[in-house]
């Protein structure tokens, strides 16, 4: 069983929906959360990071984690074409992140 | 600033072929780490190294060897190239802060063993 789960998608939402993602994970000694944005042919970059269960907001994204089931989200409110790409979550222990396998989002104009 | 960068971008091995894929950092971080993505299997770490002078293996080190030249280089070395080595290969380093921890990533080599 991978350290972290993630949905695998794909996803396909018309612009001004919400995109929700998710991912769960089975060590309770990760220590930070981290939702990573990729675009086709380029690097992850990181769009939010949060250590604490509860929502972390940022402009039109939110992320939310709760500890005690092991389970963290990421929602996009009000989605536009340029969210497409495939979102990656990312959780932490010590020096080591455990990536989740990327989920592919495609927003419709 | 150029972050972290790799050479080359992209590479064409046969079977057996031996290379180095380079990664530098002018973020001045301590921790540098390789990662392969294959489809549908997200990032997977090869090796990293917490900092300079150490290195230790990932989730998947069989036929990859590093070395961290200094603070600012981390090479992953291909001694015998395989077709399961095809996959895209990031560079990335590690940012520890207060109520922050973060990866930079490069942009990416993509590798093709034929």
């Known amino acids: 069983q991978k350290e972290v789960e993630q949905d695998p998608g794909p996803l396909s939402v018309p612009e001004g929906a919400i995109v929700s993602l998710n991912c769960t994970y089975s060590?309770?000694?990760?220590?930070?959360f981290m939702w990573y944005r990729q675009y086709s042919r380029k690097g992850p970059e990181l769009l939010m990071y949060t250590y604490s269960s509860g929502n972390k907001e940022d402009g039109r994204f939110t992320a939310q984690v709760d500890k005690s089931s092991k389970y963290i989200s990421l929602f996009i409110r009000d989605s536009q074409p340029s969210d497409s790409a495939t979102y990656l979550c990312a959780i932490t222990e010590d020096y080591k992140l455990s990536f989740g396998a990327g989920t592919t989002v495609t927003v419709r104009a | 600033n150029a972050g972290v960068t790799q050479t080359p971008k992209f590479q064409v091995l046969k079977t057996g072929q031996s290379m180095t894929l380079q990664c530098a950092q002018d973020?001045?971080?301590?921790?540098m780490y390789w990662y392969r993505q294959d489809p549908g299997m997200g990032l997977r770490l090869i090796y990293y190294?917490?900092?300079?002078?150490?290195?230790d293996k990932g989730e998947v080190p069989n036929g990859y060897n590093v070395s961290r030249l200094n603070k600012r280089e981390f090479s992953l070395r291909l001694e015998s190239a395989a077709p399961s080595q095809t996959s895209v290969y990031f560079c990335a380093t590690y940012r520890q802060g207060p109520h922050q921890e973060t990866q930079y990533f490069g942009p990416g080599t993509r590798l093709l063993v034929l």
């Open positions: 060590n309770s000694a990760f220590q930070y």
């Open positions: 190294s917490a900092s300079e002078g150490t290195t």
């Open positions: 973020m001045n971080h301590n921790s």
